[in-house]
Every structure is written in C-alpha cells, then in structure tokens.
C-alpha cells in the first residue's frame, strides 16, 4: 500500500487481473456462490439434527425431509426417556465447568504475572519447565494420576474433574504472560509508589487490561471442560454424577436407539457452547489464532 | 538477549518470595499432576499392578509382553493410518477454505463463523449426530448416495468402511486449524502479491511462490498440533465404534484406557503410555527437524539462528 511501486500507471493495467478470483462483479458472485453451497453443506449436519429431533418416532425412517406434526415434546422426553435424569447431568457439568473456568482463569492469572514481570533465581528454568509441560501428552500422566486420586478415595466424587483446574494450566498460563508482557511497567510503579501489594495489582491493575485475554482462556476453558468426555469416563462411574457428555454416550450404549431423541438431548448438550460461541464469538477465535501466531 | 540480564542479579528478597507465592499454585500443580505422575508412570511400566494389592517388580516384561501383543499392534497399525489419512486431508481441506474466507469481501465473517462451528461442537455429542448420519438404511449419507444411484455402504458397521468413516467425522471438527490459516494468511503483506503482479505471476505462481512460502511457519505449527492430537484420539472411537467392528477403529488411546480402566492393569497400560509418548515426541522431533528444509522465515531468520 505504501510502496512506492503503488504509484506507477502500470497497476492500473495490472490491478484488473489482481487476485483473480473476487474480482469484479461477476467474480464476486462465484466467491459468494461458492461459499454459500460450500457453507450449506458444511453446516448440514447441524440442520439435520434439529430436524431429526423434532419428527414424531414413526417419522424417522421415512424419507421426509421436515418433521411433520412438529414434537416439541421430544426434547422434555430426551430428558428422562433412558432413565438417567438429564436435569442432575446439566446441574454435574455446570459445577465442573463453572468451576474450571473461575480456577483456571484465577490462578492462571497470578502465575501469569509472576512469570512476567517479577524476577527472582531460578525463573527462566522454571518458565522452560513450563512451556516443556505443555508438550506431555495427557495419556502418560492418566494412569498414575487415577491411582493417585483412587488412594485419596476421590473416584466417584467431583474432585477429580475439579480441583486440578485450581492450579492453573500451564497453556492458559503461558499466552496471559505474553500478553502481561505488552504492558507497561509504569502502571505498576505508580500503583507500588501508592502503596498496593502485588495482589491489588494484579487483580486492580493489570488483569483488568488484559480481559480479552481472560475473556479468551475462560471461553476456551469452557468449552473444553463441557465437552470433555475422557476425565471425566475415567473417574466417574456413578450414573448420578455423570457430566452431560456422559450421558450423551450413555444414550449411544442404548440397543435399540430412539434417534428423535438421541438427536434431541445431544442438541441441547451442543447447546450452552454454541451459545457461548455466538456471545463470545470474537474470544474464541482470538485464543486459538494468538497461541498459534505469537 | 537485551541488558536486562546483564544488569547485576541482585534480586529484592521481597520479590523472590512475591514471585514464588505467585507461581506456587503452577508449580505443586506440576508436582502433583505432572512431573510426579510422569515418573512414576515410568516406573510403574516396569511393574504389575492393579491399583490395590501390593506392587510387584516385573522388570521389562511390559515391554516384552507388548511385542507380542496382537492388540498392540493392531492399535497401532489403525492409529497410523488414521493419522495418514486425517493429518494431510484436514491441513489441505483447511488451507483450501481459508484461501477462501481469507479474502476481503462483505459477509465473509458470517462464513467463518460457519465453518468454526464445528469445531466447538467436539465431544460425545457431536460423535452421537454423525453416527446417526452413517446410519446405513436411514441416514444422511446414504439417503445423498442412493438419489446419486450409489448404494452407501454399511459405515460404522463395516470393518473395511469404519476407520474412514472416522476420518470424514473428524474432519468435519477442522475449524481450528482453519482459523490459524486465515490469521497466517491475513499476515501475510499484500505488498507482495502487488509486486508479483507487476513481474506478470499468474495466480498459481503467486500461490507458489508467495503465499506457500510465507505460510509455511503456520503450515509447520498446524502440522505439529494436529499430529500430537490425532495420535491421542479417543472420543470418536470410544463412543461411535467402542474400537470396533473386529477392531477395526481400535485407536492407540482406546486401547490404553481398555488396559488401564477396564482390565485395571496398571503396570502395562504405563508402559504402553510412555510408548505412544515417545511415538508422538519422535513424529514431533522429525517435523521440527525436517521443517529446517521447508519452512520459511522471514529475513532467514530460520536458518542464521541454528
């Protein structure tokens, strides 16, 4: 743009081949059609699943494509129909993710300033300790840990899926370090000179500049935590502490699947992510390109 | 690298402990959940163990036992060619979108927003919707492939058709690495592709010589993360297939869990586990390595600094 190449006549000639494709009306029409079937059959899937849920059960089979009469009554049905109540499931998740997302986002933080702007012996071995934990694959750890939480009698409980997010985690932990990095060190000086300790500048400084960044791992933390399956499976087996991802499985292990409903309750497990997604939109994708840029 | 380390490390004792209260909550996790695990897991892989009774030295017999272990190899095997087909199809299905939902055009975030959605939708759920899709009678697909003519096979419930109906699953969920395309793209200075233009590139040159070479940093770090994650897939065999038909989708991770949580052998799912580890870490060793060869950097950068 600031070339100075910009300026020779030539371009003009040369900028109505630019880019090909996207140019001009008609290319802009083929982008635009292109997208939209491209788009269409991308987001089918999620189409059919609202429109699966809503036919009445002899309707599933046949080859109609809109349910017809509409069954609302579907969804309340998917709540109970396997006998595993859904209502205690959403209550099991809610906690474990509510419970994720404050921990993490909370320690995180703190260990994120630290590594940012305090100094003390032994820092940068332990900041390369923790970019090397982020490489360790959960499978290595999953056996010792579930010993451990089984000598503590925690199996079966909501401990486990709980209480290791209050240490933070070290990915979470790492991109608000970058991010603490970008601010200036006057605003704490000033803060310290009026006589703050480290927390009240921390949480009254400094984290209140950087909420997009908490914004981000808390959306992602969310997501993550709601849709896990596998932690979850490992330790809790008491069908009354399910998580809804559980559950969703639970009704997959059915014989004989009632798919109205199947289709129904994962809909509604889909549900609480997708809207947090459409709230939250721009979080979402700052957390994954940041990390993936910076 | 500036003068700040250089300036003499006297450090305020204040600040020693304010750093270490502040990063204690990290480093117990550490301890407690990961170094600690680790090591122990190690350790277990020598022994026999089934969570209760006492723990018996075995001494490298996992190790042995795993070479003979049909399962083992068979988990092998499926994981790899689940890995063969799924890492190239989503890296190239994901960079031929964003080349797409990259450009400046109106409306194209409402696309984007489209294409992320499945990305988000990651879980037991979103595995439930697309085992009603393979449905072989009534589903989605083969409903699409009987008005073609095409009779579908039986997906899920097919040995030979299952592992690929796997891949298509998954590659559905792609949305992560197609976010960090577009980012790579958008950074990517236009004054480039202006200054080819002039020297008369034609759209595939511009592509070769410009935009690949620019984005191969992003390719390098998609590739990285996708390989890490594909080896360690679990959900959508675990509740589609269950590792099923005759084995067919047995993924590395499902098995280890079987082992691990099912057979409550402890001492040989651990050694199984550091196996998959050092699997993932010589795949991610030889892409950093061979990236020497391939990615670009700006300025050389890459290759003054080794």
């Known amino acids: ?294 | 690298m500036t003068a700040k380390i250089k300036s003499k490390p006297s450090y305020r004792r204040r600040e020693i402990i304010a750093f270490y209260l502040c990063i204690s909550p990290w480093l117990i996790g550490v301890i407690l959940f990961v170094a600690g695990p680790m090591l122990a897991s190690f350790l277990l892989s020598f022994t026999r163990w089934d969570y209760f009774s006492s723990i018996q030295w075995n001494g490298l017999r996992n190790y042995e036992k795993m070479l003979d272990d049909e399962y083992f190899w068979t988990a092998l095997r499926v994981t790899f060619t689940f890995a063969a087909l799924y890492v190239p199809l989503s890296q190239i299905i994901s960079l031929s979108v964003a080349l797409l939902l990259a450009k400046k055009i109106k409306g194209v975030g409402l696309f984007r927003t489209f294409f992320y959605l499945p990305a988000i939708l990651s879980g037991t759920a979103y595995v439930v919707l697309w085992v009603w899709l393979f449905e072989p009678d009534r589903g989605l697909i083969n409903n699409v492939l009987s008005w073609l003519g095409i009779k579908g096979p039986r997906w899920l419930s097919d040995p030979n058709t299952a592992l690929y109906a796997l891949v298509i699953m998954s590659l559905w969920g792609m949305g992560s690495s197609l976010m960090i395309y577009i980012a790579g793209l958008k950074n990517i200075p236009e004054q480039l592709y202006e200054a080819a233009e002039l020297d008369g590139a034609r759209r595939f040159s511009r592509f070769y010589y410009i935009t690949l070479p620019m984005l191969s940093p992003t390719i390098f770090f998609n590739l990285v993360l996708v390989l890490i994650q594909t080896f360690q897939s679990y959900t959508t065999a675990a509740v589609a297939t269950g590792g099923g038909p005759l084995d067919s989708t047995l993924f590395y991770l499902v098995y280890l869990y079987r082992r691990a949580f099912v057979n409550q052998e402890a001492g040989y799912a651990a050694a199984l586990a550091w196996v998959l580890f050092l699997i993932i870490l010589f795949f991610t060793l030889l892409v950093v390595r061979s990236s020497q060869a391939w990615v670009y950097y700006e300025g050389g950068k890459g290759k003054e600094k080794e």
């Open chain 1, 1 to 294: 743009m600031t070339s100075p190449l910009s300026e020779l006549p030539v371009k003009i000639s040369a900028s109505f081949t630019r880019r090909g494709l996207g140019r001009g009306i008609f290319g802009k029409f083929l982008i635009y059609l292109l997208l939209s079937v491209t788009s269409l059959i991308y987001i089918f899937p999620i189409i059919w699943m609202l429109l699966t849920s809503l036919k009445p059960s002899y309707q599933v089979f046949s080859p109609d494509l809109l349910p017809n009469p509409v069954e609302w009554s579907n969804y309340p049905r998917s709540f109970t129909y396997t006998g595993l109540d859904f209502g205690k499931l959403y209550l099991n998740s809610t906690i474990i993710t509510l419970t994720n997302v404050v921990g993490t986002v909370i320690s995180s933080t703190i260990v994120a300033y630290g590594f940012a702007r305090l100094h003390a012996p032994g820092k940068n071995l332990l900041f390369l300790l923790l970019l090397a934990t982020m490489m360790i694959p959960f499978p290595v750890t999953m056996v010792p840990t579930f010993a451990l939480f089984n000598f503590l009698g925690w199996i079966d409980t909501l401990l486990p899926v709980t209480i290791p997010a209050l240490f933070g985690n070290a990915f979470n932990i790492f991109l608000l370090r970058q991010f603490f990095m970008t601010l200036p060190v006057e605003l704490e000086e000033a803060a310290r000179i009026d006589g703050a300790n480290t927390m009240q500048i921390i949480y009254r400084v400094m984290a209140p500049l950087i909420i997009p960044a908490e914004a981000a791992v808390a959306v992602l933390t969310f997501q993550n935590t709601w849709n896990d399956y596998l932690t979850p499976q490992i330790y809790i087996r008491d069908q009354s502490l399910y998580t809804v991802a559980q559950g969703i499985r639970f009704l997959r292990g059915s014989l004989n699947p009632q798919w109205e409903l199947m289709m129904a309750a994962s809909l509604m497990a889909m549900l609480p992510v997708v809207i947090l997604y459409l709230i939250a939109q721009r979080y979402f994708i700052e957390g994954i390109t940041l990390t993936g840029i910076k």
